[in-house]
């Protein structure tokens, strides 16, 4: 019975010793991700999207061309 507590306690700090010494390398990988991509807000529809497929016109975003002809749409309360 002591030698099967004594494997299982090897094979456990074994476990233990490799995840250990395998997880800054994961992490590393985890911090080379890009990140998150700005998002911009069309001045038309309102719709959030990626600020390298927007359009811009006059420091407005628009998610289309059709949107970016029509301009902002005016807020009426």
Do not use: N
């Not at 600020?51 to 811009?56: G, H, K, N, P, V």
Request: aromatic fraction near 10%; proline fraction near 5%.
């Amino acid at each position: 019975m002591v030698r099967l507590l004594f494997w299982i306690a090897v094979i456990a700090a074994a476990v233990w010793f490799w995840r250990k010494f395998k997880s800054p390398a994961a992490k590393q990988q985890r911090t080379s991700e890009p990140g998150a991509a700005l998002m911009v807000r069309c001045a038309h529809c309102g719709v959030h999207l990626p600020q390298d497929r927007a359009l811009s016109s006059r420091q407005e975003w628009y998610c289309t061309q059709a949107h970016l002809e029509q301009g902002p749409k005016s807020i009426q309360r």
